[in-house]
């Protein structure tokens, strides 16, 4: 059985910002399920990634790395999240530019991201998975723990919404039904992370 999730935020270490994170709701998880995203979080095997061909994976981490640029410009740095974000999320059986689109949106690509309702780091996770599936010493603002636990949560949405990524979306933001969170993650998705190797998810957004 695979797994899959995510959450939400934005600001800095010291300093506390706005993001666009939502009031996520903590909802009550069956034993099995708990038992599950926490092995899925638990693992930690190497996250380099794995593409079809050497070739196709020189051309993805150039080409976003490129458009990740101005927002991340330490190459060293930008290169190893891309890394992380691609490993994370394929592991999850999501879509990386999709990851992507929805961190632009949730943090703005900032590490030390803060919602005003506590959701941290690049995905904007909230700090009670933790306590769910997580350990006590899990940091939110370790870039792979982060992502780990994000595309974990995201994964999980996904399946209880039998692949509905409009209302999935809509529970990692807190705004379930509404269209304007969905709305701007395909927004960035499609418009600044295109890739032509990554679309499978596309039509299951709603205008």
Not at 95 to 122: C, H, M, N, T
Not at 138 to 155: D, K, P, Q, S, V
Request: some cysteine.
């Amino acid at each position: 059985m695979r797994l899959k999730t995510l959450i939400l935020g934005l600001g800095c270490l010291a300093i506390v910002g706005t993001a666009q994170a939502g009031n996520q709701r903590y909802e009550p998880l069956a034993a099995s399920v708990r038992a599950a995203l926490h092995a899925a979080i638990a693992d930690r095997a190497s996250p380099e990634p794995r593409f079809p061909s050497l070739e196709e994976k020189i051309n993805w981490l150039t080409e976003m790395s490129r458009r990740l640029e101005k927002r991340m410009p330490d190459r060293t740095a930008r290169l190893e999240f891309l890394k992380t974000v691609h490993y994370e999320a394929t592991r999850a059986g999501l879509d990386p530019q999709l990851v992507l689109g929805l961190i632009q949106v949730e943090s703005g690509f900032k590490k030390y991201a803060v919602s005003s309702a506590g959701a941290r780091g690049y995905m904007q996770v909230m700090p009670f998975w933790i306590r769910e599936i997580g350990q006590k010493d899990n940091n939110l603002f370790h870039l792979r723990t982060n992502l780990r636990y994000g595309c974990t949560i995201l994964r999980h949405y996904l399946d209880i919404e039998k692949g509905d990524l409009f209302r999935a979306l809509g529970r990692y933001n807190g705004s379930l039904g509404k269209p304007e969170y969905p709305n701007m993650v395909r927004a960035a998705w499609e418009r600044h992370w295109h890739w032509p190797q990554h679309q499978m998810l596309s039509q299951n957004t709603r205008n």
